[in-house]
């Protein structure tokens, strides 16, 4: 199954560092990278800081565009700061746990400390979103998951049928 035509996609980077100008977004260009050349038009990377209600409202803002994905990239820790999934949840409707699990599982043999993501998925109307870890290596893990699944998903989203 190839991708629907006009799909679209927003990625978000969360990061208070990369917000202040401290260090470039590589992994919010990776992951607009990735998702270009699986054939999406991206909007982004938007770079926001470690705030749920920043958060939030960028991802509101992307569903309430018609987006058909939503990629986050960071804040999925445990740290303190790391508040992506809090963010997340504000905003999807339904979960989608084994598209995390997924992710997570993906990265595990090669990065252990792949299971301490706290990231999420699920659906806010007719948008994916999907949390992924905020390294380069995290995101071409997520996207080698999330890659061959996307055609299928964003056609179920629209109201294709199984």
Do not use: K
């Amino acid at each position: 199954m190839s991708l629907p035509e006009g799909a679209r996609a927003v990625v978000v980077t969360a990061s208070n560092r990369a917000s202040a100008g401290v260090y470039p977004d590589r992994s919010g260009q990776a992951l607009a990278e990735g998702l270009r050349e699986l054939g999406f038009a991206v909007e982004g990377p938007h770079v926001r800081p470690d705030d749920v209600e920043a958060l939030a409202a960028v991802i509101r803002e992307a569903v309430a565009s018609g987006a058909d994905v939503v990629l986050t990239t960071g804040g999925t820790g445990l740290s303190p700061t790391d508040v992506t999934p809090e963010a997340t949840r504000a905003v999807v409707e339904r979960e989608a746990p084994g598209l995390a699990e997924a992710v997570r599982r993906h990265g595990q043999p090669e990065v252990p400390t792949s299971v301490l993501s706290r990231g999420i998925a699920g659906t806010a109307g007719r948008t994916l979103v999907v949390n992924l870890p905020g390294s380069t290596g995290g995101v071409r893990d997520g996207l080698a998951v999330l890659g061959p699944l996307l055609p299928h998903v964003v056609s179920q989203l629209r109201g294709g049928d199984h």
